[in-house]
């Protein structure tokens, strides 16, 4: 990092500190003067969270798209706090937020020796779901996109290697998968895939809450290239910083599932726990910016 950067990254770690310090009661305060300021004084990208409620959910009334994205800037405001806490709260503090319903569906395939390809989507919290996954007797890595912002990368890449997972940059999967392999060791893929594509990126289209979508087939691939076993991990919001996570075995033999099967069952699946929760999920992304080209 160039000085200024640097300088800049410690005055926000302070801030930072001086916030996760906080009594439980304060944070809660914080975190509602950040959803009053981001809903209702800046209004936070309210016209792209309208929109993509509006079209997932075109059933709904209006009233009720409004109540939905009040309820998501208050999540929102939850996990600007939650980031915080995971980047300094010792593990164990960490680990008591966070129950699994069914530990034994990661155990079993651990216990058959198997490497694990596990797909989240942004809901819930999936930081909080990858720590979680990283207290297992696994090696737990997590693929990545870099961050513009120097600041927030070392902050982000410094809060995941703390609760145990190994960041992986996304241009580096491919090479640090063949290194992980022939290593003998058995190793966990976290792998959040419900990102924007770019357009090049885009290989598959499919229906994702009531639209045309295009998606990342990625981990589909390595799944098949590496004979990963495949989970999906929902993680569910239970109130603030505690979090309930549920397995979902997709397959223990990819090379033998249809082109495209894991994609549809992972996106079928989160569509599911969208719709149970839908101010869990990140509606201020500018997910369907992309439009399949007719022929």
Same mark, same amino acid.
């Given at each position: 990092m160039?000085?200024l950067q640097? *300088? %800049?990254? /410690?005055?926000?770690?302070?801030?930072?500190?001086a916030?996760?310090i906080?009594?439980?009661?304060?944070q &809660?305060l914080?975190?509602?003067? $950040?959803?009053?300021l981001?809903?209702?004084? #800046?209004g936070y990208?309210k016209?792209?969270i309208?929109?993509?409620?509006?079209?997932?959910?075109?059933?709904?009334?209006?009233?009720?798209?409004?109540?939905?994205?009040? =309820?998501?800037?208050r &999540?929102l405001?939850?996990?600007?706090?939650e980031?915080?806490?995971?980047?300094?709260?010792?593990?164990?503090?960490?680990?008591?937020?966070? %129950? @699994?319903?069914?530990?034994?569906?990661?155990?079993?395939? $651990?216990?058959?020796?198997?490497?694990?390809?596990?797909?989240?989507?942004?809901? %819930?919290?999936w930081?909080?779901?990858?720590a979680?996954i990283a207290? /297992?007797? *696994?090696?737990?890595?997590?693929v990545?996109?870099?961050?513009?912002?120097?600041i927030?990368?070392?902050?982000?890449?410094?809060?995941? !290697?703390?609760?145990?997972?190994?960041?992986?940059?996304?241009r580096?999967t491919?090479?640090k998968?063949?290194?992980? =392999?022939d290593?003998g &060791? =058995?190793?966990?893929?976290?792998? @959040? +895939?419900?990102?924007t594509?770019?357009?090049?990126?885009?290989?598959y289209?499919?229906?994702?809450?009531?639209q045309?979508?295009?998606?990342?087939?990625g981990p589909? =691939?390595?799944?098949k290239?590496?004979d990963?076993?495949v989970l999906y991990?929902?993680?569910?919001? #239970?109130?603030?910083?505690?979090?309930?996570?549920k397995?979902?075995?997709i397959?223990?033999?990819?090379?033998t599932?249809?082109?495209? +099967? *894991?994609?549809?069952?992972?996106y079928?699946l989160?569509?599911? !726990?969208?719709?149970?929760?839908?101010?869990n999920w990140?509606?201020? &992304?500018?997910?369907?910016k992309?439009?399949?080209?007719?022929?």
């Amino acid at each position: 990092m160039k000085p200024l950067q640097l *300088i %800049g990254y /410690y005055l926000t770690m302070t801030l930072f500190l001086a916030v996760w310090i906080l009594p439980k009661p304060l944070q &809660h305060l914080l975190a509602l003067i $950040i959803y009053v300021l981001v809903a209702h004084v #800046l209004g936070y990208r309210k016209k792209v969270i309208i929109t993509n409620l509006t079209k997932s959910f075109p059933e709904k009334s209006q009233k009720e798209i409004k109540r939905i994205a009040r =309820r998501y800037y208050r &999540h929102l405001s939850y996990m600007i706090i939650e980031a915080v806490n995971l980047r300094f709260s010792p593990r164990k503090r960490i680990a008591q937020c966070m %129950g @699994v319903q069914n530990p034994e569906a990661l155990q079993q395939l $651990i216990d058959k020796d198997r490497n694990v390809l596990i797909i989240l989507g942004h809901y %819930g919290n999936w930081e909080y779901g990858c720590a979680k996954i990283a207290a /297992y007797d *696994i090696r737990t890595t997590a693929v990545y996109k870099r961050l513009s912002s120097p600041i927030f990368e070392r902050f982000y890449l410094e809060m995941r !290697s703390k609760t145990g997972v190994e960041p992986i940059e996304m241009r580096d999967t491919m090479r640090k998968m063949v290194e992980m =392999r022939d290593s003998g &060791h =058995r190793f966990a893929l976290l792998s @959040v +895939a419900d990102q924007t594509p770019t357009r090049s990126q885009i290989h598959y289209w499919l229906p994702f809450l009531n639209q045309d979508t295009g998606v990342f087939v990625g981990p589909e =691939r390595l799944a098949k290239k590496f004979d990963m076993a495949v989970l999906y991990c929902e993680i569910k919001r #239970l109130g603030y910083s505690k979090f309930d996570t549920k397995l979902t075995l997709i397959t223990e033999s990819p090379a033998t599932e249809p082109e495209h +099967a *894991i994609t549809d069952r992972f996106y079928q699946l989160l569509e599911a !726990s969208i719709r149970e929760a839908p101010e869990n999920w990140v509606w201020s &992304h500018r997910r369907w910016k992309h439009q399949r080209e007719t022929v």
